[in-house]
């Protein structure tokens, strides 16, 4: 890696402005208050509208009435930009990026459609006017097994974030930080921390089994019990949990105590740890026990199937599988299925959506974002090819190690990490001036949100294998 200096540099005085064409995203009323089950995206409730530029391509008219049912879809070609109606009719297939696949009758998405779907859901075409709470539910969840990256996600998302807008919720118990998807830390809201752990549990129970040799000889029910007693008496670290269930079973592996506690149990990390600017060690709680109210009985996945594809669709089945990292949801899409529409990706997999979400064009803009390590848009799909060039699949990572990524025209293209007076942009490409401009203006911003009042110079590099 071998930044130039030279290549940009500007000292951060105010936030940058929007790219020019840029609107923003504002909900009419609360999106938590009242939501519909299974649903929190905005356009499914016919809650959102424009405002600053025109309405771009995204925009949508409202959804079906709570409860309608739709007939099966396949003979059905779906709108996939500009107002709702316009199909293939109205616009060639070839200008949206779609094509019809031989033998089948749903319609073939390319690349840069699926992408520029993915990104209007994920809040990253247009920065959203919305809560970090509202936001936090829409997205379900934020990856978060660092206390930062939630915070660069929402700055990425939000349009007047501030890291306070998270910190808040959280200090508040209407936002906490769980193991839950993939069985890693998400900052979830109060509610889905109460619904999601107990979808997700048998995932837990199967990172239990891989502990099984340290536990031979301890009853499982009576140490999630202990364990429950122990830490809604008082908080605890994971090493003070170990030791107490270490005094109860002697013969067991400690660290393997401590993991099934975590995996029966929904443990939450209490505050101050996860707060912006705030320090404080990993210490355990049970959520219902921090939140004030009783998990709920593990529910059918059909609700969250809905939420998925509103975040992240169109999707597969094995694409959500790979989010949640469950198995067997091929049946909650079956169930679904009269009330969604198909799509193929160019590899003929099958991809369900919701009718009357967002698909823009294909050269839809798409302006340059930061996101953090771990961010969920690139640990959300099977096939990651929609958000990661095929060029530069595993440049994100180094072992265990996730790398801060940029995205430039939509797709990832470079990696960025902030020194002690300088953001530098290490680029896989050489971008043109004309878009390296673009992501400076966008660090620039991300900086004066995330770091007021310092001062960074913005450089540019390559990534050097």
């Known amino acids: 890696m071998n930044p ?21 995203l504002a909900l009419t009323s609360d999106p938590v208050a009242g939501r519909l089950p299974g649903c929190l995206s905005p356009w499914q409730r016919g809650r959102c509208r424009w405002t600053g530029a025109a309405s771009p391509a995204c925009a949508t008219a409202p959804g079906p009435a709570p409860g309608a049912r739709r007939a099966p879809v396949r003979p059905r070609t779906p709108a996939l930009a500009g107002e709702r109606g316009q199909g293939p009719s109205s616009i060639p297939a070839t200008v949206q990026g779609m094509t019809t696949q031989a033998g089948t009758t749903a319609p073939v998405l390319g690349i840069r459609a699926l992408n520029r779907a993915t990104l209007a859901r994920q809040l990253l075409l247009r920065r959203a006017s919305m809560s970090a709470e509202a936001a936090v539910a829409h997205l379900v969840g934020l990856q978060a097994q660092s206390v930062k990256p939630p915070y660069y996600a929402l700055a990425a998302r939000l349009d007047g974030f501030t890291p306070e807008d998270l910190s808040a919720p959280m200090a508040d118990r209407r936002v906490a930080r769980l193991v839950t998807l993939r069985s890693t830390i998400h900052t979830h809201t109060a509610d889905d921390c109460l619904t999601l752990r107990p979808l997700v549990q048998a995932a837990r129970e199967r990172e239990l089994r891989t502990f099984r040799e340290g536990l031979t000889g301890v009853d499982l029910d009576r140490l999630a019990r202990l364990a429950r007693e122990l830490v809604e008496a008082e908080p605890r670290t994971p090493g003070q949990l170990r030791q107490a269930l270490g005094a109860e079973w002697p013969d067991a592996d400690p660290q393997a105590l401590s993991v099934a506690a975590r995996c029966r149990l929904p443990l939450v990390q209490v505050t101050p740890r996860g707060l912006w600017g705030r ?66 990706d160019p590899g003929g997999t099958e991809l369900f959506d919701l009718p009357d979400a967002p698909r823009p064009g294909p050269d839809t803009p798409a302006p340059p974002r930061f996101l953090p390590e771990f961010d969920n848009l690139l640990l959300s799909h099977a096939d990651r090819a929609r958000v990661v060039p095929p060029a530069h699949k595993g440049r994100t990572w180094k072992k265990n190690q996730a790398y801060r990524v940029l995205l430039a025209d939509g797709f990832v293209a470079g990696l960025w990490k902030l020194e002690d007076d300088a953001l530098v942009v290490e680029a896989f490409d050489r971008p043109p001036k004309r878009q390296r401009d673009e992501i400076a203006a966008e660090g620039e911003r991300m900086l004066a949100t995330m770091h007021p009042g310092t001062a960074y110079d913005v450089r540019f590099g390559t990534v050097r294998d």
């Open 4 to 24: 130039s200096r030279n290549a940009v540099n500007r000292t951060l005085l105010t936030g940058a402005a929007l790219p020019a064409g840029g609107g923003r």
């Open 279 to 344: 320090s404080g060690q990993v210490t355990l709680t049970t959520a219902e026990h921090w939140l004030g109210r009783p998990a709920r009985p593990e529910p059918a996945p059909d609700d969250t199937v809905l939420r998925y594809l509103a975040a992240f669709g169109p999707a597969s089945v094995k694409d959500m599988q790979t989010w949640a990292g469950l198995t067997r949801l091929r049946d909650a899409f079956e169930r679904l299925r009269p009330r969604l529409v198909t799509f193929r």
